[in-house]
């Protein structure tokens, strides 16, 4: 069957690719393997050039990348640009730095040299979403690559447009043909992809539903795995926070990608003190944020990916409105063509309501009052999600005291969550394991081999 990419703003089929058979998959992970032959020992010096070459090429062809993006997901345009833009930096910082990471390091012994290598292991598998379809491939690949792994990629089915470019990109930049590949299946063809004797480890950023049997695959045949899964992430405003910038900066942390980011800020968390003035200038935020066609570089709200994702996000509203909740702007879809949900704000949500309990994956803000930072903290935790968390807060000795109280892969103290080259990402509980970025990112697919001579 055919992968078809459809416009969610205009509701127009984009194109139609075809899907690879499994003999024809098979062949790309067997090329794949042979690609890590002589890859492997590519001087870092040449992986280096080659990955700042894909960089230039991101930068070159940008706005036909952020086009792609836009058309096929429904980001707004200037996202999708800065995206790319992303994209380009990842790559720089890992042809910079990832020698330097990955170098010998000496330890003492009983021996007269004893030392660790960061050796690759070879083909990785990345099991990618369509919310940040570049990002996401690259924040693996470059690490990966540098690392002298090679990289095979299964996309998620609603951008076989952007998946195709990225394979592109390698190629353009003078990477060996088979060093990085597509693969054009459903993801029912994944379990057999994990499953070759070739392929060294998987990772996957995506739902908890595909993370668990991505990691039932992997562990299976006893393969690393790295997975970035869902968030509800909380947004903790003390009384002694920057009121009007935490309200600001919460908008544009809800709403970015049109709320489909598993760190953006989803259930805020307000103690009384903070909660009257930080509602107002919140709710005005969020009511004055744009909302219209993607294209359109004034546009701040764009399409959500599916109608599906509509759909489910609008029945998690109105079951937490007829379970007490108050919708204080939007909770409905947009009149008119295509796929689109006003920027939703909802007071009074209490735990047991889907707004509090379950990720919303799409533009609405979930506001919740407590009475002290402590009953803040304990709100925050009371999720299954530890992805990331923001907390707003003018003394720094007091953040300092709750920041390790917060469950979470990361806290950003006054601050929107946002993904680093330089910071390791990731989360705990059900938000999935390891890490991606930064040096902790690069040694996740490497083999940590002690070396001992006498």
Same mark, same amino acid.
């Given at each position: 069957?055919?992968?078809?990419?459809?416009?969610?703003?205009?509701?127009?089929?984009?194109?139609?690719?075809?899907?690879?058979? %499994?003999?024809?998959?098979?062949?790309?992970?067997?090329?794949?393997?042979?690609?890590?032959?002589?890859?492997?020992?590519?001087?870092?010096? +040449?992986?280096?050039?080659?990955?700042?070459?894909?960089?230039?090429?991101?930068?070159?062809?940008? =706005?036909?990348?952020?086009?792609?993006?836009?058309?096929?997901?429904?980001?707004?345009?200037?996202?999708?640009?800065?995206?790319?833009?992303?994209?380009?930096?990842?790559?720089?910082?890992?042809?910079?730095?990832?020698?330097?990471?990955?170098?010998?390091?000496?330890?003492?012994? =009983?021996?007269?040299?004893?030392?660790?290598?960061?050796?690759?292991?070879?083909?990785?598998?990345?099991?990618?979403?369509?919310?940040?379809?570049?990002?996401?491939?690259?924040?693996?690949?470059?690490?990966?690559?540098?690392?002298?792994? %090679?990289?095979?990629?299964?996309?998620?089915?609603?951008?076989?447009?952007?998946?195709?470019?990225?394979?592109?990109?390698?190629?353009?930049?003078?990477?060996?043909?088979?060093?990085?590949?597509?693969?054009?299946?459903?993801?029912?063809?994944?379990?057999?992809?994990?499953?070759?004797?070739?392929?060294?480890?998987?990772?996957?950023?995506?739902? #908890?539903?595909?993370?668990?049997?991505?990691?039932?695959?992997?562990?299976?045949?006893?393969?690393?795995?790295?997975?970035?899964?869902?968030?509800?992430?909380?947004?903790?405003?003390?009384?002694?926070? =920057?009121?009007?910038?935490?309200?600001?900066?919460?908008?544009?942390?809800?709403?970015?990608?049109?709320?489909?980011?598993?760190?953006?800020?989803?259930?805020?968390?307000?103690?009384?003190?903070?909660?009257?003035?930080?509602?107002?200038?919140?709710?005005?935020?969020?009511?004055?944020?744009?909302?219209?066609?993607?294209?359109?570089?004034? %546009?701040?709200?764009?399409?959500?990916?599916?109608?599906?994702?509509?759909?489910?996000?609008?029945?998690?509203?109105?079951?937490?409105?007829?379970?007490?909740?108050?919708?204080?702007?939007?909770?409905?879809?947009?009149?008119?063509?295509?796929?689109?949900?006003?920027?939703?704000?909802?007071?009074?949500?209490? +735990?047991?309501?889907?707004?509090? =309990?379950?990720?919303?994956?799409?533009?609405?803000?979930?506001?919740?009052?407590?009475?002290?930072?402590?009953?803040?903290?304990?709100?925050?935790?009371?999720? #299954?999600?530890?992805?990331?968390?923001?907390?707003? %807060?003018?003394?720094? #000795?007091?953040?300092?005291?709750?920041?390790?109280?917060?469950?979470?892969?990361?806290?950003?103290?006054?601050?929107?969550? +946002?993904?680093?080259?330089?910071?390791?990402?990731?989360?705990?509980?059900?938000?999935?394991?390891?890490?991606?970025?930064?040096?902790?990112?690069?040694?996740?697919?490497?083999?940590? +081999?002690?070396?001992?001579?006498?």
């Amino acid at each position: 069957m055919p992968f078809q990419a459809i416009n969610p703003a205009t509701g127009e089929t984009l194109g139609r690719y075809d899907e690879h058979s %499994t003999a024809e998959a098979a062949d790309i992970v067997a090329r794949n393997a042979q690609a890590f032959v002589s890859w492997r020992v590519t001087p870092f010096s +040449k992986r280096a050039t080659l990955l700042r070459a894909a960089a230039a090429e991101l930068r070159l062809r940008s =706005d036909e990348y952020a086009r792609t993006i836009t058309q096929e997901m429904g980001k707004p345009i200037t996202q999708s640009r800065s995206e790319v833009e992303k994209c380009a930096w990842v790559c720089d910082w890992y042809a910079e730095h990832a020698e330097r990471i990955l170098a010998e390091e000496p330890l003492e012994s =009983d021996a007269s040299d004893s030392h660790v290598r960061f050796d690759p292991i070879g083909p990785v598998l990345a099991v990618m979403p369509w919310n940040f379809p570049f990002w996401q491939v690259f924040r693996f690949a470059a690490p990966a690559l540098m690392a002298g792994n %090679t990289c095979l990629l299964k996309h998620a089915s609603n951008v076989p447009g952007c998946a195709l470019m990225i394979e592109e990109v390698f190629h353009r930049a003078g990477f060996p043909q088979d060093c990085f590949r597509t693969l054009m299946l459903p993801s029912s063809g994944v379990q057999a992809v994990i499953e070759h004797p070739a392929v060294a480890a998987v990772t996957l950023t995506g739902s #908890e539903s595909a993370g668990s049997h991505v990691a039932a695959a992997a562990g299976k045949r006893l393969k690393k795995s790295v997975l970035e899964l869902g968030g509800s992430d909380p947004f903790i405003v003390l009384g002694d926070a =920057d009121i009007a910038e935490a309200a600001r900066t919460g908008a544009l942390a809800r709403m970015i990608n049109t709320g489909q980011s598993c760190i953006a800020a989803k259930r805020f968390i307000v103690t009384e003190d903070a909660a009257e003035e930080f509602l107002a200038a919140f709710v005005s935020a969020v009511v004055n944020m744009r909302i219209g066609d993607p294209m359109d570089d004034a %546009t701040e709200v764009g399409a959500l990916a599916r109608e599906d994702l509509l759909l489910d996000l609008d029945a998690q509203v109105r079951a937490s409105v007829a379970q007490g909740a108050e919708v204080l702007t939007g909770g409905r879809r947009l009149d008119g063509p295509g796929i689109f949900y006003l920027p939703t704000v909802l007071g009074n949500v209490q +735990k047991g309501m889907p707004a509090f =309990d379950e990720e919303t994956f799409g533009p609405v803000a979930a506001v919740i009052t407590v009475s002290d930072e402590d009953e803040a903290v304990a709100v925050a935790n009371d999720s #299954e999600f530890g992805l990331g968390a923001s907390l707003w %807060t003018r003394d720094r #000795e007091r953040a300092l005291r709750l920041l390790p109280r917060i469950e979470a892969g990361s806290v950003f103290v006054n601050g929107l969550v +946002k993904s680093d080259p330089r910071l390791p990402f990731g989360g705990i509980k059900r938000s999935g394991y390891g890490r991606e970025l930064s040096h902790y990112g690069i040694r996740e697919f490497v083999n940590i +081999k002690t070396v001992w001579i006498k």
